[in-house]
């Protein structure tokens, strides 16, 4: 998913969410970007026709009420689940992802214990870690390859990354073999 995209959602949540006009600032103090992408995402949104700009202060239009309204049910639901944090993380899963998520079969098992495969799940309860092992792409649905064990970390190739994680967290991945209907999907 592309960065853009990330702050093109992030913008219509806070809008829909905060349910009024927002200064530019505003927006930049809630996503902590900087103000040149927030132009850039306000003109792709204005092109889209999903919001206007009146005296230094955007809002959404009835087509970007609509589009915020979905986004914004999705962080909810996603928030009522886990944190607010998690939730941030989890809303930007593109829907192909999503729909893997639902067709991950198989018996699960520490990833460690695997050569490759897909996460089927992730067993951390403490917000804060479970929203950095997302952020860094470990997702359900994901795929992955052990290219070596250590006593400390675990080294990891998944989507083309390099990821180097604690052996005691790597416990926390669940991992099932790929199967047919998976392969073309998650590669």
């Known amino acids: ?48 026709n999903l919001v206007k700009e009146e005296k230094g202060c955007l809002s959404l239009t009835k087509e970007g009420e609509e589009t915020a309204k979905r986004i914004y049910d999705y962080h909810k639901a996603i928030e009522s689940l886990f944190s607010h944090e998690v939730a941030h993380s989890i809303e930007h899963l593109e829907e192909d992802v999503r729909e893997r998520v639902k067709i991950i079969k198989g018996e699960a098992k520490p990833i460690e214990e695997m050569e ?10 403490n917000p804060k870690t479970l929203s ?10 994901a795929s992955f390859k052990v290219l070596k064990l250590r006593d400390d970390v675990i080294i990891l190739e998944s989507k083309g990354r390099l990821i180097a994680l604690d052996r005691a967290l790597s416990k926390s991945l669940l991992g099932v073999e790929r199967n047919e209907g998976l392969t073309s999907r998650t590669t």
């Open 132 to 141: 950095r092992i997302i952020g860094i792409g470990l997702i359900p649905g």
């Open 1 to 48: 998913m592309d960065w853009l995209k990330i702050l093109i959602e992030d913008i219509l949540r806070l809008l829909k969410e905060k349910d009024k006009p927002l200064s530019i600032r505003e927006i930049e103090l809630d996503t902590k970007s900087e103000i040149s992408d927030i132009r850039e995402a306000i003109e792709k949104l204005k092109e889209k």
């Open 116 to 125: 490759e495969g897909i996460i089927s799940a992730i067993k951390v309860e």
